[in-house]
């Protein structure tokens, strides 16, 4: 058994708009990586990011990027490899976008990587939350979580 998990949110925004806020690195540190966003999610590219409620840099290795589409990465769990982080995003419509977050990598079925799981899970629908009011009313809701 593989652990992973898909979180998902509708966004009232463009799809264009609503790529552009994970894509750019001035934008996501808005909302998300709020210690900082190194660079641009460019394919092939390992970027940093940055939370000032969890200490330490965060290297993302850029597998794939399709723009306006989706963005795949990979980055390290608590087991020492790597997880895979797929985001798809789905114009709806002219005026809004659903946005699709799955990750999954960890190897061993044990307690400590299913909590591991169970804490990105959450992270990654936090993030889905942040994004969503960032986008449509221009606040960073991440500074009210923690």
Partial sequence: MELRFDVYAKIRK???EVFDAV???KKLSGYF???GAS???DEGKTVTWDFHDFPGA???HVKQVIMNQKIVFEWANNEGTNCRVEMNFE???KHSTLVKISE???KKEDQKSLDASYG???GWTQMLCCLKVYVEDGKNLREFFF
Avoid: I, K
Wanted: hydrophobic share 40%.
């Fill in 33 to 35: 990586a709020t210690g």
């Fill in 23 to 25: 894509y750019n690195p």
């Fill in 39 to 41: 660079g641009p999610l």
């Fill in 14 to 16: 463009p799809v264009a």
């Fill in 58 to 60: 965060f290297p993302v």
């Fill in 104 to 106: 999954s990598g960890w």
């Fill in 120 to 122: 990105n899970c959450m």
């Fill in 91 to 93: 114009a709806l419509d």
